[in-house]
């Protein structure tokens, strides 16, 4: 993707975590993705990496209406994704999309709810739902903006992300069209 949708991507988002009274910490660890798409409008990811620990990581996210995050799993990463504000979709299944039609059980909210894969799930501000090892999902705002939180075991997103479609990639190669206003966690 191109440096200068990097730039716009992580000024969008600073302004909307400031108007919804979101502090970033000093030097915060920015990571903006289009997971190698080249649509970042269609998928596309803006998050900063608040803390991350070997036992423990926290993210804020931001994403815009309609904005995808592809369906992938974690094989280590147990995570709760949380709506902090403007609300959110997260499509949900117990293996890899269209080969599983199980129902099964995850926690919403905190409370053990019954899924069939494949089933989206609605998050209006304050919601969250826990995700554990091996539950594709795949998220994307209905609101023009939306603040995402993540709040996790620990964090490697190297080597524990696997997507569904294996075209995907995690990080994107960035085109030099404009300097970059801050480094990225992969640079
Ligand atoms: O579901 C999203 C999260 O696991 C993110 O932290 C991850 O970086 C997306 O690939």
Same mark, same amino acid.
């Given at each position: 993707?191109? !440096?200068?949708?990097?730039?716009?991507?992580?000024?969008?988002?600073?302004?909307?975590?400031?108007?919804?009274?979101?502090?970033?910490?000093?030097?915060?660890?920015?990571? %903006?993705?289009?997971?190698?798409?080249?649509?970042?409008?269609?998928?596309?990811? *803006?998050?900063?990496?608040?803390?991350?620990?070997?036992? =423990?990581?926290?993210?804020?996210? =931001?994403?815009?209406?309609?904005? *995808?995050?592809?369906?992938? /799993?974690?094989?280590?990463?147990?995570?709760?994704? #949380?709506? !902090? +504000?403007?609300?959110?979709i997260v499509q949900v299944?117990?293996?890899?999309?269209?080969?599983?039609?199980?129902?099964?059980?995850?926690? %919403?909210?905190?409370?053990?709810?019954? #899924?069939?894969?494949?089933?989206?799930?609605?998050?209006?501000?304050?919601? !969250?739902?826990?995700? *554990?090892?091996g539950v594709y999902h795949?998220?994307?705002?209905t609101s023009d903006e939306?603040? #995402?939180?993540? %709040?996790? /075991?620990?964090?490697?997103?190297?080597?524990? +992300?696997?997507?569904?479609?294996? @075209? #995907?990639?995690?990080?994107?190669?960035?085109? @030099?069209?404009?300097?970059?206003? %801050?480094?990225? *966690? +992969?640079?």
């Amino acid at each position: 993707m191109k !440096r200068s949708e990097i730039n716009a991507a992580i000024e969008k988002a600073t302004r909307c975590f400031s108007e919804h009274h979101w502090n970033l910490p000093p030097n915060p660890k920015w990571d %903006v993705t289009d997971f190698g798409l080249g649509d970042f409008k269609s998928a596309g990811l *803006v998050l900063i990496n608040l803390c991350e620990e070997d036992e =423990y990581c926290e993210k804020l996210m =931001y994403a815009e209406k309609d904005q *995808v995050t592809p369906a992938h /799993t974690h094989k280590i990463k147990k995570e709760d994704i #949380i709506c !902090r +504000n403007g609300e959110l979709i997260v499509q949900v299944w117990a293996g890899q999309p269209g080969e599983w039609n199980s129902s099964f059980k995850m926690k %919403v909210n905190g409370e053990y709810t019954s #899924i069939t894969s494949g089933d989206e799930i609605k998050l209006s501000r304050g919601e !969250r739902i826990t995700l *554990v090892p091996g539950v594709y999902h795949k998220f994307f705002p209905t609101s023009d903006e939306c603040i #995402i939180g993540e %709040v996790s /075991t620990a964090n490697d997103d190297l080597n524990d +992300n696997f997507f569904s479609d294996p @075209e #995907i990639g995690r990080f994107s190669s960035i085109i @030099e069209d404009e300097d970059p206003i %801050v480094k990225l *966690v +992969n640079e």
